[in-house]
């Protein structure tokens, strides 16, 4: 009887234990994976391309390298986004894949009015040939 009841305690413990553990995953989402994945490539991108001031800065040298490289990169995470099944994602999902999708979206606009100002102020120091 002992015996019957020890490994009925230790059943439940064992399924108590794995409910616990699948509770941890509910809080991720079927976003997550590709915005870590995201933030690996900007790293790297960032690192490569960075200057002095280490690569956790999001300053540095703006270089045209450095600012394309970036452009495609988010140009290749909306698109991978675009193609996923958003009405079929959890409440979380969803979430994560608006916010997520906004940032790109932000990253993309801010990097290209950079552009926009560099090739505006390079008439002002662009020197003659002749």
Known sequence: MKRFLSICLLLAYCTAFSQNANSLYLQTSEVHDIMIRYQADKGSIMR?????????????????????????????????????????????GKADYLLFKNQLEDQQYQLKKKKKLIVKSQVYFHSPTG
């Open 48 to 92: 490569f391309y960075g200057g002095n001031e280490g690569w956790r800065s999001e300053g540095g040298f703006n270089t045209p390298e450095r600012r394309d490289r970036l452009l495609k990169l988010i140009d290749n995470y909306i698109q991978e986004l675009v193609h996923m099944p958003f009405e079929t994602m959890n409440i979380n």
